[in-house]
């Protein structure tokens, strides 16, 4: 690295130059200790330069990769790889004939705000209640779809409920840019929100984004969950235990405010895989509801009951599937709003077995899951859910009984993401997505977000950086590093989409649309294009900020929920001490032993030779260990008695004792005869 301080004559210099939108980052940031890239298209000069946001002050030049050709959009484009600049501040790239970028942080906490807003969007999303001010800013709006007055469909009808009874099912989320709500869809996005909890429950602990139950005893990515986790479980049959597939108008309704939105809502047709997508659901929430029990008395027991009921009728209607065109042929009023429609219920009732199993602890939910058996592993969608089960698996690997062979879901997962991840070093953009041309179709960036998710979970089972790493740059991909240059997250970033398809943006009379909501992505199906001027039928340019694209820039609650985990996991890994950077002070957080004062390294990362000192003030027990991310030793550097004085011992991560350590984030105790441990997060790069 090379580190100048120099001032530029921008007047009339060959450094002359303008924003350039031929510079594509991530226009959020970067983490002082994380990989930091760019994509420059058609660059003339080889070397680039850091810059201070006015761009006077050069603090760092590097030069640009060799230009590859990007298949997907037919650009030319070459790597700044600026990875080794660990300054903290708000900077610039610059290519001399090409131009600078869009300011971006470094930072410790950098993808908190981008997790926080997208979270917060389900709140935007949430019907049955007013959205006030103070919690809603300039987007506060009138309660709509109270639901208090819902209609049972021909389609749904029994001898208890017949067609036309009325039943009450407020609550829940707006599903997409419409007033609608489909239990499938709810399914895999209240997953993993809940999901998020349970692989990082200290940082969402800690994580708040100002709604209405922020301050109680319940982190808030937990009470956002509940909001639609109650409105699902008014979806099953009390009589039975079948769930309605959504509850809807009979067609999509105008741009108008919700509360302008008032025709007659039905619960439609129970189907299969509604059913085993709420089993799903309710297994996984009872888990966590009954670490709080005192908030919510019975309702992790409700949860559960309601999960086996749903599990029992799935069994016995395994082929209830939900066909919107032969209800409509068979049933009145016809109905015109999304199907989410699936003909094959098998990965739902894997799904739903795999999260009864983790919760009970009966194996025998397991007998029949094809998951199990089969090499196939997939990226999460909503009609395709099994993997999120694996999920599950691995995220309670160490409290599985013996009906999971745990090693072989290890290396399933492991081997499954180093394939997803194989062609980056060979991706022009850097990035996992768009390893085939079929990453890109509707909700596209839904899919970066998946592979991120499970790059993540690859590396919570092998603590290789290199997961860590790509599930980065993936998002890098949403936040700007992109073909079409936009940051696809609503009101973040320096050009986020201003004209996405979601009707209370569209309605509101607000310049700016709801803030928090990903942007569908590139779609070369472009099934709106008789409407809509699309500016290429290039796959990664597929893509236009415009309110009519609803197959590009229409917005989606199960496309917001993978950027959630994703940047709330990377947050939690790369995060300066695994929380998110609240005003709790990190000593009432973690307390120090006293007669023990740590010197940490932070933030220099662990390498071979990095020394951990230390000071004891009084005589007595010390222990000094390493643990990996999984919270399994390491190594144990120091485990006996010192005296009074200044310690230094040494990490040899490349042969500790034989250990040939991986990269990857790693976490130091310093422990004192039991007065409590002192936990710092390190990096290890090998």
Known sequence: MKRLFVIFVLTGSALAADLSENIRINQIGFYLNGPKLAAVIDAVQKE????????????????????????????????????????????????????????????????????????????????????????????????????????????????????????????????????????VNSGISTYQLLAAWEQFPEYCDRFAINIPESGNSVPDILDEALWNIRWMLTMQDPNDGGVYHKCTCTNFQGFVMPHQATARRYVVQKSTT?????????????????????????????????????????????????????????????????????????????????????????????????????????????????????????????????????????????????QLRLDVENSAYHIVMGKSTNDFGWGSNAVAANQAMGLLVAFQLSADSTFLWDAIHNMDYLLGRNAVGYCFLTGNGSKPPLHIHHRQSGSDGIKDPVPGLLSGGPNPGQQDKSSVTYPSDLPAKSWVD???????????????????????????????????????????????????????????????????????????????????NLGRLVATLHDGFLSPGRYKIYWNGYDFHGIQVTSGIYMLSVQGDGQGKFNQKMLYLR
């Not at 709006?141 to 389609?155: A, C, L, T």
């Not at 229409?554 to 950027?563: D, L, R």
């Not at 990377?570 to 609240?582: F, L, N, Q, R, T």
């Open 48 to 183: 680039f330069y850091v810059m201070s946001t006015d761009l006077v002050d050069t603090l760092y030049t590097g030069e640009l990769s060799e230009p590859k050709l990007w298949p997907h959009s037919e650009e030319m484009v070459s790597i700044a790889d600026f990875t080794n600049f660990k300054d903290i501040g708000v900077f610039r790239i610059m290519v001399p004939e090409t131009g600078y970028s869009y300011p971006f942080d470094i930072a410790h906490n950098v993808f908190q705000r981008p997790a926080g807003s997208a979270l917060k969007g389900y709140y935007y999303q949430r019907m049955s209640i007013e959205l006030e001010e103070q919690y809603a800013g300039k987007w506060k709006r009138k309660m709509g779809h109270p639901d208090d007055k819902v209609y049972v469909h021909e389609s749904a009808a029994t001898e208890l409920r017949p067609k036309d009874t009325i039943i009450s099912c407020p609550r829940g989320w707006y599903d997409a840019g419409d007033y609608n709500k489909y239990i």
């Open 274 to 418: 509604a059913t085993f997508d709420f089993c799903a659901v309710m297994a996984q929430a009872s888990r966590i509801l009954k670490n709080y029990s005192d908030t919510f008395p019975g309702l992790a027991d409700s949860c559960l009951n309601a999960a086996i009921r749903a599990w029992q009728w799935g069994n016995s209607y395994p082929d209830s599937i939900y066909s919107q065109s032969r209800m409509n042929e068979k049933f009145n009023p016809d109905v015109s709003t999304g199907e989410y429609g699936d003909r094959n219920p098998g990965d739902e009732y894997d799904w739903a077995a795999i999260e009864l199993y983790i919760t009970t602890k009966t194996g025998a939910f397991l007998n029949n899951v094809d998951v199990l058996t089969t090499s196939s592993t997939s990226v999460p969608s909503w009609p395709n859910v099994a993997t999120l089960g694996l999920y599950s698996l691995a995220c309670h690997i160490d409290d599985l009984t013996e009906a999971v062979d745990t090693e072989a879901l290890r290396r399933r997962l492991v081997n499954w993401a180093q």
């Open 546 to 628: 415009d309110q009519g694209s609803w197959a590009s820039n229409e917005i989606c609650i199960n496309w917001n929920s993978p950027f959630v985990y994703a940047a709330l996991g990377i947050d939690a890994y790369m995060s300066k001490d695994g929380g998110p950077d609240v005003s709790v002070s990190k000593q009432d957080r973690n307390k120090v032993p006293s007669g023990i004062r740590l010197y940490p390294n932070y933030p220099n990362p662990f390498n071979s030779s990095t020394s951990i000192e230390f000071e004891i003030l009084k005589s007595g027990h010390v222990s000094v260990t390493v643990y990996n």
